[in-house]
């Protein structure tokens, strides 16, 4: 008897928060599909277009080349995240590193700052007379770099910048990995006379592979969602050398105003996503058969 | 063994001055940032580069302010922050506690729902949701921008994960007293979770701070617009007072950055505690 009161309580801990997330999450992500069938700029009735705005959709140049750029950015952008923050990880955790706190505070302070302000200070160093230019790039190399005005450059321009915002932060997880990985292990390589490179690719790598999974799976899920970065810096310019899906989806549906097509575009940005976490789950469960 | 250690004081010398000059990288947009807004708007971009201000400008914090709206979308971010952020924790510990400490039917199908909302960022479900707040008739109202704002899917499995950590024999203990399962909720298993609230505040706090998106959609009034909105959005008439705009990124930053520097543990171990039960 006591024991189901006591079950029934849990209801009312959980339902309200189950109700939000339905009708603010859940709800919207069905009614993407529905709302893909349509024609319509938000002010007139919803015309029934069937599977139309698919097959617009797969024609469309300017999509499909923002799927592939954002592909691009994601894959390439987390790629060197991991390599950056585990370079960063193992520079700050070095045991002969003074005040490693105070510099891991300092690598940090990039995450915490705001996105469009971050991207409103990068814009303007990247301008031909910004500093990058004209205070490192013309008085060593004696040429500027058309950051953002390149159109093979400036994605490469604003994944430096997400590179910049995001690495002090799986640094982080990095560090929590490592701190995690008994002494003994090292103590006993060096007794055998393993050098430093020895240990890092026959101990550190291998038992930090859950770390790496786990910063991939994170980060893609992050940066394949970047939206302030490209609309502050490059408003997706040159000529859409950087609009990313996100900003393909802003545009067409509060631009142009069509709410179908923008949803549809949606639709493939959310398989686009569970396609990447199918693969991440794979790695997770290769890992546990080993 | 000299040679050893010379070669080891070496390596030290080296290691320090590579960290020292990265973390000078690190920093260094952001000093750029501040010393920018002290600047007049000719020098924030001339040749030769200055990096202090050859004149320092005071008024461009004056300036920001004075224009109007920018204390106005000031004063909007910290109220889309702080009711987001009650939103947020009240759900993400009640829900959390619920399905850690309970047993009922259909939890585990409530704990997969919550869970699969991790695939729908705001980003993904933009266009649907401002369908459904316009419905709603909550485009332009601090609602429409707060609610989508203050459900983190992952706060709740924070705050489960924390809960399920919590012993059973502790809440039993006052349930046998008389407690009714409120009143546990609310004087015991609250107050031993203040570090992990902190956490979540902390965690979410700098994803409502920081979200440009949904505001930027959902807010088309100028008196509604967020920070994150009035600065990507900031543009003069005839040129962009740069200095302005850089004074209004940083007193964006300011308040995070302080409270960085005064919690920074509290940050770097809520990080390193996400990616652990992440």
């Known amino acids: 008897m006591k024991k189901n009161s006591h079950s029934r309580a849990g209801y009312f801990f959980v339902v309200p928060t189950v109700i939000l997330f339905c009708v603010f999450l859940i709800f919207p992500m069905l009614n993407s599909f529905r709302l893909s069938l349509y024609s319509w700029n938000i002010m007139e009735p919803m015309k029934w277009v069937g599977l139309d705005n698919f097959k617009t959709l797969f024609q469309d140049k300017e999509f499909l080349a923002s799927w592939g750029r954002t592909l691009q950015f994601t894959l390439t952008s987390v790629v060197l995240l991991l390599i950056v923050s585990f370079i960063f990880a193992l520079m700050l955790d070095s045991r002969s590193l003074k005040s490693r706190n105070l510099f891991q505070a300092v690598y940090f302070i990039p995450v915490v700052l705001v996105t469009p302000a971050v991207g409103v200070v990068w814009k303007l160093m990247f301008q031909t007379t910004g500093i990058l230019n004209a205070g490192i790039f013309a008085p060593i190399f004696g040429a500027t770099v058309p950051w953002l005005e390149s159109q093979n450059i400036a994605l490469y321009s604003i994944m430096l910048v997400q590179l910049w915002i995001s690495s002090g932060y799986y640094m982080v997880m990095f560090i929590a990995g490592l701190q995690g990985i008994p002494e003994e292990y090292y103590e006993s390589a060096v007794i055998d006379g393993a050098s430093w490179f020895r240990r890092l690719f026959s101990i550190t790598i291998p038992l930090l592979k859950p770390v790496f999974l786990l910063v991939f799976v994170t980060s893609v899920l992050f940066v394949f969602g970047q939206f302030a970065l490209p609309y502050t810096i490059s408003q997706g310019g040159p000529n859409y050398a950087t609009e990313l899906m996100t900003l393909f989806i802003y545009r067409n549906a509060f631009k142009y105003l069509k709410v179908g097509y923008a949803s549809t575009a949606s639709i493939f940005y959310f398989l686009t996503m569970i396609v990447f976490s199918i693969i991440q789950i794979r790695l997770f469960s290769d890992k546990k058969k080993r | ?278």
């Open chain 2, 1 to 278: 063994m000299n040679i050893y250690r010379t070669k080891k004081t070496v390596g030290t010398i080296i290691l320090h001055l590579v960290v020292a000059f990265i973390g000078l990288i690190m920093l260094f947009p952001f000093i750029w940032m501040i010393l920018g807004s002290f600047k007049y708007n000719k020098d924030v971009l001339s040749i030769p580069v200055n990096l202090l201000p050859p004149e320092w400008n005071f008024a461009s914090y004056k300036n920001a302010f004075a224009a109007g709206p920018f204390g106005r979308y000031y004063l909007n971010s910290v109220i889309v922050l702080v009711f987001a952020l009650v939103i947020n924790v009240v759900t993400c510990t009640t829900s959390g506690y619920g399905l850690a400490k309970f047993k009922f039917k259909g939890r585990d199908f409530f704990f997969t729902l919550i869970l699969s909302t991790l695939m729908i960022p705001i980003q993904t479900i933009v266009v649907p949701l401002f369908v459904l707040i316009s419905k709603m008739k909550l485009v332009n109202t601090y609602a429409g921008i707060i609610i989508p704002l203050s459900l983190s899917g992952f706060g709740v499995f924070l705050m489960r994960q924390f809960f399920y950590s919590v012993p059973d024999e502790l809440l039993e203990a006052a349930r046998i007293d008389g407690a009714g399962e409120f009143y546990i909720f609310r004087k015991i298993s609250i107050p031993i979770s203040t570090v992990a609230i902190i956490s979540l505040t902390i965690f979410h706090s700098q994803y409502v701070w920081k979200n440009l998106l949904w505001p930027l959609v959902v807010a088309t009034k100028t008196n509604l617009r967020t920070l994150t909105v009035g600065i990507s959005l900031f543009s003069g008439v005839f040129f962009t007072p740069y200095p302005e705009q850089l004074a209004m990124s940083v007193s964006a930053c300011i308040p995070i950055v302080v409270l960085f520097i005064f919690l920074s543990k509290y940050f770097i171990r809520g990080t390193a505690m996400t990616g652990i039960k992440g």
